[in-house]
């Protein structure tokens, strides 16, 4: 079974269009997040929520709107992509400091 | 504000000869200190991590950590390297957070690459 698994793993779209990736973690974790890869490698946290509650907004474009509909899921919806959006987005899960679990990414590319 | 500096963007090493790849943290308050590895196309897989038990960690496939508290870093380090181990390594450090159980902040990658 995968502990946390997002779909889809590839995204291509057009600018303007708008998306949504979605995650599912079957661990039982309170705590899950989105995270945001560049085209440097470079990994950024985007949104954190405990059990459905947001908790951080990483000045993130209010384009960019998560949704937790119950604990063991949280999704990411992107209104008007931009070409700037490219990235691959990591969904992650934890209890807590003993471990952070994370989805293998959607890669999403913007034309 | 707690963060993690990576020295080294790329690394490279012959195989069999020893990785040591570079972390410093900067915190306020005791760490947790992860490092996760990251393959070509694939997600993070966690190495090791550091929770305030022993200072001297051991992680996955031979890596190993050692928490130095006066240096304030958290090198990565394996004896002998092997071709497989060629991928994206990102330190990280949990930062406290009200309402939820910590962000992982990472630094900003080494990537291992392994010459025959």
């Known amino acids: 079974d995968t502990a946390v698994s997002q779909t889809p793993k590839y995204l291509v779209t057009q600018m303007g269009n708008d998306k949504s990736i979605k995650c599912e973690q079957n661990l039982g974790h309170d705590t899950m997040y989105w995270y945001k890869q560049d085209s440097k490698k470079f990994l950024k946290i985007m949104f954190s929520y405990n059990n459905k509650e947001l908790i951080i907004n990483e000045t993130v474009p209010n384009r960019f709107s998560p949704k937790s509909p119950d604990k063991a899921h949280l999704n990411l919806h992107i209104n008007s992509l931009e070409l700037g959006d490219s990235a691959v987005y990591f969904c992650?899960?934890?209890?807590?400091?003993?471990?952070?679990?994370f989805g293998s990414g959607t890669r999403l590319t913007v034309v | 504000a707690q963060s993690v500096t990576q020295l080294g963007s790329h690394v490279s090493v012959s195989e069999g000869a020893l990785v040591l790849l570079r972390c410093n943290y900067s915190s306020s308050v005791p760490p947790y200190l992860f490092w996760y590895v990251q393959y070509p196309n694939q997600g993070l897989q966690l190495l090791l991590k550091?929770?305030?038990?022993?200072?001297l960690v051991k992680g996955i496939n031979g890596f190993e950590a050692e928490f130095k508290k006066s240096e304030t870093s958290f090198h990565l380090t394996k004896p002998s390297a092997h071709m497989s181990d060629a991928a994206e390594y990102f330190c990280?450090?949990?930062?406290?957070?009200?309402?939820?159980?910590?962000?992982?902040?990472f630094g900003k990658g080494t990537k291992l690459s392994v010459k025959p």
């Open positions: 550091y929770t305030s038990a022993a200072t």
């Open positions: 990280a450090v949990s930062v406290a957070a009200r309402g939820s159980q910590g962000n992982l902040i």
């Open positions: 992650a899960s934890t209890t807590g400091a003993y471990g952070y679990t």
